[in-house]
T-cell receptor, first 114, second 113 residues
Framework: GENVEQHPSTLSVQEGDSAVIKCTYSDSASNYFPWYKQELGKRPQLIIDIRSNVGEKKDQRIAVTLNKTAKHFSLHITETQPEDSAVYFCAASKGPGGYNKLIFGAGTRLAVHP | SQTIHQWPATLVQPVGSPLSLECTVEGTSNPNLYWYRQAAGRGLQLLFYSVGIGQISSEVPQNLSASRPQDRQFILSSKKLLLSDSGFYLC????????????FGPGTRLTVT
């Protein structure tokens, strides 16, 4: 079945630095790749997503890139702030044809130090 | 507006006791619904999904079951809880099937003692 690997498992940066989290997926039929942010004790929140017909998408300080050939996608956070500290999850889906099921990576714990 | 609810918010149950967690969605019809479990400090594991009333698909064999008695209601159950059932249970839905964007409910934190 589909497998999503996520690296690194923990990431520590100084405020203002950039952070990059990488994921690889195994099923070439996957066509939708969301990223979620989960703060301690809270539900995961969708922060950005990308579809297979797009190579890059940006929303203010966050961006996601997709390389379909290599089957990997990445989350980029620029000018990090302490409130960016959380666990980030990537996921992959085959869309409506796959019942929109999400397969998640194991998560990356990001710590932004003032 | 479209919202998703879960209850209870927290639950402490002894080993061997039954379980019933409820998820309801408002403001939409015929949504795809999902149950995930998150063990402490871990990722999200898809347990069940449903594309309509009475239609349940299981992703992981275990002592849990799911039911969808109404269009906007999704229930997670167990006849006898195990210690390993402890975790954060999240219900999710897809408001627009073509978009695929999935949103999570507030979750139920279950501790089996």
């Amino acid at each position: 079945g589909e497998n999503v690997e996520q690296h690194p498992s923990t990431l520590s940066v100084q405020e203002g630095d950039s952070a990059v989290i990488k994921c690889t997926y195994s099923d070439s039929a996957s066509n939708y790749f969301p990223w979620y942010k989960q703060e301690l004790g809270k539900r995961p929140q969708l922060i950005i997503d990308i579809r297979s017909n797009v190579g890059e998408k940006k929303d203010q300080r966050i961006a996601v890139t997709l390389n379909k050939t290599a089957k990997h996608f990445s989350l980029h956070i620029t000018e990090t702030q302490p409130e960016d500290s959380a666990v980030y999850f990537c996921a992959a889906s085959k869309g409506p044809g796959g019942y929109n099921k999400l397969i998640f990576g194991a998560g990356t714990r990001l710590a932004v130090h003032p | 507006s479209q919202t998703i609810h879960q209850w209870p918010a927290t639950l402490v149950q002894p080993v061997g006791s039954p379980l019933s967690l409820e998820c309801t969605v408002e403001g939409t019809s015929n949504p795809n619904l999902y149950w995930y479990r998150q063990a402490a400090g871990r990722g999200l594991q898809l347990l069940f999904y449903s594309v309509g009333i009475g239609q349940i698909s299981s992703e992981v064999p275990q002592n849990l079951s799911a039911s969808r008695p109404q269009d906007r209601q999704f229930i997670l159950s167990s006849k006898k809880l195990l210690l390993s059932d402890s975790g954060f249970y999240l219900c999710a839905w897809v408001p627009g099937l073509q978009s695929g964007e999935q949103y999570f409910g507030p979750g139920t934190r279950l501790t089996v003692t």
